[in-house]
Nanobody
Framework: QVQLVESGGGLVQAGGSLRLSCAAS????????MNWYRQAPGKQRELVAT???????TYLDSVKGRFTISTDNAKNTVYLQMNSLKPEDTAVYYC??????????????WGQGTQVTVSS
């Protein structure tokens, strides 16, 4: 079974940095796009960053140049490096896997979320 477990969130001052980790099991990065989403109180969930099966990356415009998504295949872990954090980045961040191929194509898998709070 698929499990995605996020960690690394916390309380930081504006301008600071955090690195979020998503430990994955039961999922293969070669057949799944990996994503980070976030949801702030009273707002809709939004896609923050994607790393596709071919390692192409895309980002939400408001985090472009500040956030970096990456994978470590040996550790089966997805990361989101967040620099120059702003109070507007405050949200619960979720790791997501989306199957690209095979019988499970299109299926979504989600972690439990990790809270990021940026103080001003």
């Amino acid at each position: 079974q698929v499990q995605l477990v996020e960690s690394g969130g916390g309380l930081v001052q504006a301008g600071g940095s955090l690195r979020l980790s998503c430990a994955a099991s039961g999922i293969i990065f070669s057949t799944n796009d990996m994503n980070w989403y976030r949801q702030a109180p009273g707002k809709q969930r939004e896609l923050v960053a994607t790393i596709s099966t071919d390692l192409t990356t895309t980002y939400l415009d408001s985090v472009k140049g500040r956030f970096t998504i990456s994978t470590d295949n040996a550790k089966n872990t997805v990361y989101l490096q967040m620099n120059s954090l702003k109070p507007e980045d405050t949200a619960v961040y979720y790791c997501n896997g989306r199957a690209r191929y095979g019988i499970h194509r299109g299926n979504d898998y989600w972690g439990q979320g990790t809270q990021v709070t940026v103080s001003s």
